[in-house]
């Protein structure tokens, strides 16, 4: 906490604007990255931080043809990475391999937000073509599609296992609006409510073990918060957090890291771009007992993954593995990722090559390109050097071969 130093150092190695970033829900210290260079970047955080700007990857993975707007790790399994671009397809990666596996293609225009249900069995998408979708991320098929033309989807949250979905959006006279939607039938929305005629994004975040729904605007400097329930009327306001300082963006502390003894059941990360600072906002349920609080605090799921690569892909489901927060969270025995080392070749996903022939559309796309064809060419040169001073290390050990005394 307190002020950084100006050079304090930094993850610095894409050649665009970062645009989304995602923290390993199994192993604490492996952050997954993408950006507008197109490529999406596995980073490995040393233990107690940065010590100096990080520049190379743990892992570069380059399949999409445009800047890459997402990126969401898989709920049960290790190693599963999606990634979705502006060429308007969804990626699966198995990091195991360093490849994508399957392509989800399905989207005419802008993804704008993933989210999965608590198993991972299905994915729910909303794009800029204003349709809601449910998809089987494994076979790429479209089980739901809403089209939302009263109410403009922009972002979307999977309601844990009550098999409802509750989308932001935007209503045909322009005031910011959610709505609920049951999973199986996307043709109505359950609900919609009207928020207010402010003009910034709504972000929502919704709280499994409490069900608890959290909305909070771009721009804005409050949170509001709701219950959520399986019977009419489905969502009750509560309260509001009010702050004049507005956020442009908000991240989450996982549950385990969490302080149990202070009741404190939600953790926000404010972003405040006047004062150049983060805020952490605790929710805390107040209670006179220091004893645990088994209602607010039960069984969640932990850092050990259900699933391997293989078995998800071989078409598995299974639940996340569960964890108490009543003894405090302790560090499972530690998993490590392991990079696989790749060669430099064609990404064929559902036999098309994602890399072939995509000629840039925009000044930004060509100076990119040229970015990556000098770093390629720098990589070449290094290569090409080293293996110069090998060959005269070779030509001097045969010399000295040929002229020592055994051979006269």
């Known amino acids: 906490t307190g002020r950084i130093e100006p050079n304090y150092p930094k993850v610095c190695g894409h050649q665009g604007n970062v645009l989304d970033i995602k923290w390993n829900p199994f192993i604490d210290n492996i952050i997954a990255s993408c950006s507008e260079d197109t490529s ?19 892992l570069e993975l380059h399949g999409h043809s445009r800047r890459v707007g997402l990126v969401e790790w898989h709920p049960t399994t290790n190693n599963i990475l999606f990634s979705a671009g502006y060429d308007y397809k969804v990626l699966i990666w ?47 098929r479209v089980l739901q599609e809403a089209n939302c033309k009263n109410h403009r989807v922009n972002r979307v949250v999977f309601l844990g296992n009550m098999k409802r979905l509750l989308t932001t959006g935007v209503s045909r006279w322009n005031t910011r609006q959610i709505a ?44 509001r ?44 990360y404010k972003l405040v771009t006047l004062k150049g600072l983060i805020e952490p906002i605790s929710m805390i349920v107040p209670r006179r007992s220091d004893s645990y609080q088994e209602d607010i605090y039960p069984m969640t799921p932990g850092t050990e993954p259900a699933l391997t690569p293989d078995e998800w892909l071989g078409g598995i489901n299974r639940d996340p593995v569960l964890m108490s ?38 000044e930004n796309e060509l100076l990119r390109m040229f970015f990556r064809q000098q770093d390629e060419i720098r990589r070449l040169k290094e290569e090409l050097a080293q293996k110069d001073i090998r060959i005269r290390q070779l030509q001097l050990e045969l010399k000295n071969l040929r002229n020592s005394p055994k051979n006269c």
């Not at 999406?40 to 743990?58: D, H, S």
């Not at 405090?328 to 392991?338: E, L, R």
Request: aromatic share 8%; charged share 30%.
């Open 40 to 58: 999406v970047r596995i980073w490995e955080i040393p233990e107690g931080g940065l010590k100096r700007n990080m520049t190379e990857a743990l």
């Open 94 to 140: 198995n990091l195991d391999v360093g490849e994508p596996v399957k392509m989800i293609d399905c989207h005419s225009d802008v993804i704008l937000c993933m989210s999965f249900n608590t198993d991972g069995s299905l994915l729910t998408t909303t794009c800029k073509d204003k349709k809601l979708r449910v998809i089987e991320p494994r076979s790429g």
């Open 180 to 223: 609920l939607w049951d999973q199986e039938d996307l043709s109505m929305p359950l609900i919609e409510e009207e928020i207010d005629g402010l003009s910034g994004l709504l972000f929502p975040f919704y709280d499994a073990d409490t069900h608890m729904l959290y909305l909070a605007g771009k721009g804005d400097g409050n949170i």
């Open 225 to 268: 918060y709701y219950e959520i329930s399986t019977e009419k009327p489905y969502l009750s306001y509560l309260m509001e957090f009010r702050s004049p300082a507005p956020q442009k963006g908000l991240g989450v502390m996982p549950k385990h890291g969490l302080d149990v003894s202070a009741c404190e059941v939600f953790r926000f």
């Open 325 to 362: 927060l009543k003894e405090g969270y302790k560090k499972s025995p530690k998993m490590v990722f392991k990079a696989p080392i790749k060669e430099k070749k064609s990404v064929v996903v559902n036999g098309i090559d994602l890399l072939e022939n995509v000629p840039p559309r925009t």
